[in-house]
């Protein structure tokens, strides 16, 4: 037991309310605003520090070829964490705008070329989360080799080297052991129903009276697509024909076993990689939407004129707020979903296998 | 498969957006913000239905003896969903207060001697969760005879007579199978594990440099009080007196098992109860939020006036807010926790019976 | 004054909270979720009301050739009270977002072809601010032809033809006081400012160390850009030339009246034109906003397969978040502005009549 | 120009990420959720930071006296900036309750006995406001000389002396010129409005169907008491009497120009004051969310347990909650409020100037 610790010691607060200093300061212009920029930044940067920390307990326990059962519950725990300081970090956004145009060109200059893309943090949690280089827009690429200092650079190239969440989510899927049992029989059903399903819309389009002949042209060639959709989805080859090509970056196996814990997630042994898989997903959807706010707010701040970083601002974060979506795939499995009454039955085996029951019976 | 459905028809909003009539143009003297009156209050009818309706489904779910494992994923689905409402009820609190008390004024008289007091969606909310009859505010005891058509009053009687939530959690608790087991043991070795503890709390409270002796003396005497309810968590005679003079709702069997659920959270078996039980301690906690947020609304329109119902607005809600809590239990496990590394172990049938595989073995 | 009004009757709460029918239950197949849906969706359609009835209220002010000085704060207060309605619809995506796609998928076919698009309400409000058929993506003019009933497009088609906020407002901006006063002047001298902060600007790209020369290259072609833009700025036949081409919506003179409030806004008499713009350019921002979450939801939901309305959903949407920048031009202002320091001196005339007193001296 | 700088050397992100000790690592036991607490608490102690930075540069322009019209904006809209930030504060304990009271246990007893009491900056922002020594709870009191370091307290102490924002609003309300300016007319009329508006709720209450005889005697015995409070509204005597007892802080003639400020809002100089007082109206409600939050985590955490500082937690927080009102007093004036129909006319050369024009006439 420690005797006589002091808050502000505790805290180190001499550090964190002793880092401000104001560019313009040194300039001789002072410009108020500029404290709100640097505050602003250093939250974001707290908070990456505190993403990160959760993120790499949850890689250590991702990257353990057992998974320990207990560990579900803490993984699934802390990346609701996460969620939190997301719903932080856009919530900031509203503070920033505070800050108006003419405000933030008091001191815009003094600050040339430091940009928020040199966060190595922020670029950290990407690299993390799966947002390794070949994912990148090119503007981003030359960014990494022109902005970051050669140290930050190899440090990120390093990170690049270890199995993102990404990849340890989708090993994880892989290794599902309800697919392997009976795994050809439950697809092979699964095709029919979907065949069954697809038809019925053909159906729909084609009876639509308030759709012009043009309009339902149009949505029979969707569905079209739709179904060679379906078909590389139940041919590996296909499939990672596709992944090739960019559209998935989950593996054949591991989609799979993906969709299937969507498709079966009442059943209690589903229940937690169900919930995993949607904070996966929940995550992706609030970063997201942090990029969005945040062109919209630099779209605010510097209308058509370049960053201090000298990116184009505005476009620059608009195209990775496209690209940068890590678990884009947990979007696409809705595309994939049959409803719950053409479902194919599970065996009795299997599913007594992913049931576990507390009501009231001894186990 | 229906033809031409159209959304304003699917949708009834003839119905929804033709139901707003200004008393003050009624009067003669149109109010402009009496349809943002109107309007909040039927936005928030129309969720207390939502909630309504995701409630008597998780009844139905609850009231059944044998708790379907399979429902239990629903049933926290369908909490978290009602998180989500309350989160919305909160927010709607900030349009509302664009209205400025001089604004409110101006057609207030014409709506005496109605309140939103008569909510009977939200009266029901209230009582299907816990909040019956015996534990509300003389106030409101009263509002019940006074202000309710009898229609209204017989409806909530009788709603008064079936299980609340808070009851069939209760004896859902009640019957956990893991308490019955080794049950004697288990609270021996906890009882143990208190006194260490509180014993460990008095030591540190005698060496803390920083308090004055009276400060101290008042710390320990609060230990005391610690020590005491201990005593009466263990004992169920103890306990049930203190349920009847109204510091606890639960049964004792009931406390016990929330509190075993949360010192052993992190084993699977436990992982969804321990869910369950956290939505409801959130659900309290954002209904509380709302009504201090509302409570601050009152009394920034009316200050210290009366309200259209003829209560006497902010200090009506501000008991309301403190009275109403029908899950403090819940907030009052954390007097009982003790720290991790002081648990006693389980015996391992019992840790078995709790545990469940996910990690690439067969189960 | 009126006796006995009940709450429940004021509502019209049998209207309110009578008017959801599930589809599913009609067809047999009771969808537990599709209450969720309908409530979800009126609620959005009584707000919509409530943002209707402001912005009408604010039309009638701003149409009239007067504007009575008490008014404005009326229609600030209102636009404000607008911001704090979007956050509720922004946070009522949240709600609907617990809703699986497999949960969705159990009614989703019962309700084809109604959609979303059909709302009328939602329509009136972009066609009131100004998103009129001209500005509306081909996808969009050709659901107006084949997806609303005859009565509602041509209720729409009226509504189009009655001046929008947008246009409003630029007729109020052109017809500014101070623009008139010494207008030549001022704008001559912004001329010369400008073209010393271009050359600036151009020294910094030169000589940041830390660019490629393709960077720099890629840079200065940006700012040529942006000088040849601020010609269009100051010069009356190739700003409107732009205009046509889409780049601005804004006449020239109310473009310029715009940026003048914003360069002055610290001016007492300009605080409530700046403001009134700022809520403007707010409200674009929340729309944005919410259009960016709804594209998501509906990804999230549907992933890549078509909407109810036979839309492709997400493309959709994503398509009209871009488009449907009622207020862009006010984002595009910051392009524009100068730093305070170099923003040439008002005449005191003009100086003397932008100011008033409320510090402790007789007005 | 500077060349050169580097994001993370600009934000001095070595302090700001390198701050982070566990003490519950120093002691052999590392709680993976202490660093949560650290970076939570560091968090809030930035955005202090800025709020005390915007405070500061508010009560510059305040304690001037010849405000400046110019400022007014600046004012205004820097106290926006702060709400902003309360709004963050407030997310943010949705971060610090994803950490449950057992993660808590596992580190809590090693930072004994500091405590967020000892937060200077937090401290210092409700001295500023206007929260000094006579206003606060006795264990508050204590607190300061028991808790914090003699140079904190020194520094506190000190500060304490300075005038705070809501004295200097006090007088700036105080000098206000209008009303100088018919007095003493004003208010008699107001006294017969007042009367005349008071003489009907009794007729309203007494012409009540629903009410009992003992609520209408509750009520009659309320209204009674409030026109006992427009007299010593009326009345300065009466009024300062009141004040020395606690009722009020503002002076009597505070008081009565922000009641006209309210009463006349819509004279477009009277717009500015107006919406600063809402400001601070606003932020007072907001820090009054922020501490019940905060009361509820605790309660949420430790039950009712003593806090790390010593003070038992939720009660603690819950009576600082009621008393820490600092602009109460703005709440207040909606008990005296007449509608607007009741309201005395104007003498117009005081109506002349409260207004200005910018509606198309020149100046």
């Known amino acids: 037991m420690t ?7 505790y805290l180190q607060l001499d550090k964190i309310t002793g880092a401000q200093e104001l560019e313009s300061e040194k300039h001789g212009h002072p410009a108020h605003d500029e404290m709100l920029f640097i505050i602003t930044h250093q939250a974001y940067e707290l908070w990456f520090k505190q993403i990160l920390f959760e993120l790499q307990s949850i890689l250590d326990v991702f990257g353990d070829p057992i998974l320990e059962d207990k560990k579900m ?14 719903y932080v970090l856009i919530q900031q956004i509203d503070i920033i705008e505070t800050m108006t145009p003419l405000d933030f060109m008091e001191f815009r200059d003094y600050l040339v070329p430091a940009s928020g893309f040199q966060s190595v943090q922020f670029k950290q949690i990407e690299i993390l989360l799966g947002i390794k280089r070949d994912y990148r827009i090119n503007a981003d690429k030359e960014f990494f080799h022109s902005r970051l200092s050669s140290a930050d650079l190899q440090f990120l190239n390093e990170l690049e080297r270890k199995p993102s969440l990404l990849e340890l989510t989708d090993r994880w899927l892989e290794r599902m ?3 392997e049992f009976h795994e050809f029989e439950f697809w092979k059903e699964y095709d029919l129903a979907v065949n069954k399903m697809l038809d019925s819309d053909t159906q729909i389009i084609k009876s639509n009276p308030t759709l012009t002949d043009r309009e339902k042209q ?32 989950l593996s054949h196996g591991g989609f799979l076993s993906a969709l299937f814990i969507n498709l079966f997630r009442d059943e209690p042994m589903l229940y937690s990689p169900f919930r995993y898989l949607t904070l996966l997903l929940d995550i992706d959807e609030l970063f997201t939407n942090w990029r969005q706010r945040h062109a919209m707010m630099v779209q605010r701040m510097l209308g058509t004129k370049i960053g201090t970083g000298g990116s184009s601002g505005h476009d620059y974060l608009s195209a990775t707020t496209q690209q940068n979506r890590v678990f884009l795939d947990l979007f696409k499995l809705s595309t994939f979903l049959i409803p719950r009454a053409d479902l194919p039955e599970l065996p009795d085996e299997l599913r007594r296998s992913l049931g576990f029951f507390f009501h009231g019976k001894k186990p």
Chains 1, 2, 3, 4 share one sequence.
């Open 3 to 9: 005797s006589g610790i002091y808050y502000s010691d």
């Open 73 to 86: 519950g803490q993984v699934i725990h802390r990346l609701a964490r996460i969620k939190s300081i997301q």
């Open 177 to 179: 052991p309800f697919l």
């Open 218 to 249: 149009f949505q029979l060639n969707d569905l079209l697509m739709t179904r060679t959709r379906f078909e590389s989805l139940l041919d590996r080859t296909k499939f990672e024909e596709l992944r090739k090509a960019g559209e998935f970056r």
